[in-house]
């Protein structure tokens, strides 16, 4: 009922910086959020970041606290991570997410997810 479609993957450098971005269509309006998960060849996928609607409350991954930024665009329609200060382990298959209204809410567990944009991160 909710599709994503991710954008803005790369080749870029170590230090470099990429901006993802995700649009999103169906019923968003009963969505609590998006947010963004990766994977790496070899690895199970991982929580990067969420932000929720109500407030623009964001969550990060350690990994990625004060390198990366999640910012919405249109209400409940798109969301970007931009990506600073790269390094190589970023590599990895990005996810854009959407979470449904519910209670509670499970960063972990999405309910929607996009088909996934490639980053490469090169030394």
């Known amino acids: 009922q909710v599709q994503l479609v991710e954008s803005g993957g790369g080749l870029v450098q170590a230090g470099g910086s990429l901006r993802l971005s995700c649009a999103a269509s169906?019923?968003?309006?009963?969505?609590?959020?998006m947010g963004w998960f990766r994977q790496a060849p070899g690895k199970e996928r991982e929580f990067v970041g969420s932000?929720?609607?109500?407030?623009?409350?964001?969550n990060y991954a350690d990994s990625v606290k004060d390198r990366f930024t999640i910012v919405g665009g249109n209400a409940k329609s798109s969301v970007h991570l931009q990506m600073n200060s790269l390094k190589p382990e970023d590599t990895a298959v990005y996810y854009c997410?959407?979470?449904?209204?519910?209670?509670?809410?499970?960063?972990?567990?999405?309910?929607?997810w996009g088909q996934g944009t490639q980053v490469t991160v090169s030394s």
């Open positions: 997410v959407a979470y449904m209204i519910r209670a509670p809410v499970r960063l972990s567990a999405p309910d929607y």
């Open positions: 169906g019923r968003t309006f009963s969505t609590y959020g």
């Open positions: 932000i929720s609607w109500s407030g623009s409350g964001t």
